[in-house]
């Protein structure tokens, strides 16, 4: 069965360094899209970055990159540069069948990033 | 280009009540979804529209849901009667096809 797993429930970082949230995986489809969110106290889900199975490389989008280890079925999200905008929920999710019409999106339990000055 | 609205942003009514959340989509986006997210637990996907059809309803609770996208523009979701569990985040999300679903702000329901 599908399923996401977020196993930090909650993160720190200082201002200005790097965080990696992590995100695992399991599916049987071998077309599957992955996805980061990050949800702000306002409550809006903001879409960050995506990363296709079929994709060569690691996507990056600005401060975000996302370490996609296939055969470890991880998709983890680095944030560089940490800026105090940055704390909110981060939820990682993932779309079956990139090419087979298959469209809802599974999400993990998320990881709340708190960083500090 | 707006994105994602939703209407109420919150609302608070009493077990048994009707209630009708409203989702307007990105402008030519064909695809529509709803999720939600109940207190303590995950978001979970409840159905969705491909213009006016719908595609997959496979998370719809249970027969007090019911969803709709007459035209194939903007989307309803009818809580009838609510329950104290139905209480949580109603998000709504849009998108091309088989690319990303951008969300809009989400309604909180409070069933008391």
């Known amino acids: 069965a599908q399923k996401i797993t977020q196993t930090q429930p909650g993160m720190f970082v200082q201002e200005k360094e790097a965080v990696t949230l992590d995100c695992t995986y399991d599916t049987s489809d071998p077309s599957y899209g992955l996805f980061w969110y990050k949800q702000p106290s306002s409550g809006e889900m903001i879409f960050l970055i995506y990363?296709?199975?079929?994709?060569?490389q690691n996507a990056t989008e600005g401060r975000y990159s996302l370490n996609f280890q296939k055969a470890r079925k991880s998709a983890n999200l680095v944030i560089s540069a940490s800026q105090l905008g940055d704390s909110a929920m981060y939820f990682c999710a993932m779309r079956e069948g990139i090419a087979g019409g298959y469209n809802k999106l599974i999400f993990g339990a998320g990881t709340r990033l708190a960083v500090h000055p | 280009e707006a994105g994602v609205t939703q209407f109420p942003s919150h609302s608070v009514i009493e077990k048994g009540q009707t209630v009708t959340l409203r989702c307007d989509p990105i402008?030519?986006?064909?695809?529509l979804y709803w999720y939600r997210r109940v207190m303590g637990k995950e978001i979970k996907f409840l159905l969705h529209f491909v213009k006016e059809s719908k595609q997959d309803e496979s998370g719809m609770p249970n027969n007090r849901f019911l969803a709709e996208r007459t035209g194939g523009t903007y989307s309803t979701l009818k809580v009838q009667p609510a329950e104290l569990e139905d209480s949580g985040v109603y998000f709504c999300a849009s998108s091309t096809g088989q690319e990303t679903q951008y969300f809009g702000p989400g309604t909180r329901l409070l069933v008391l």
């Open positions: 402008s030519g986006h064909d695809n």
């Open positions: 990363q296709g199975s079929y994709d060569q």
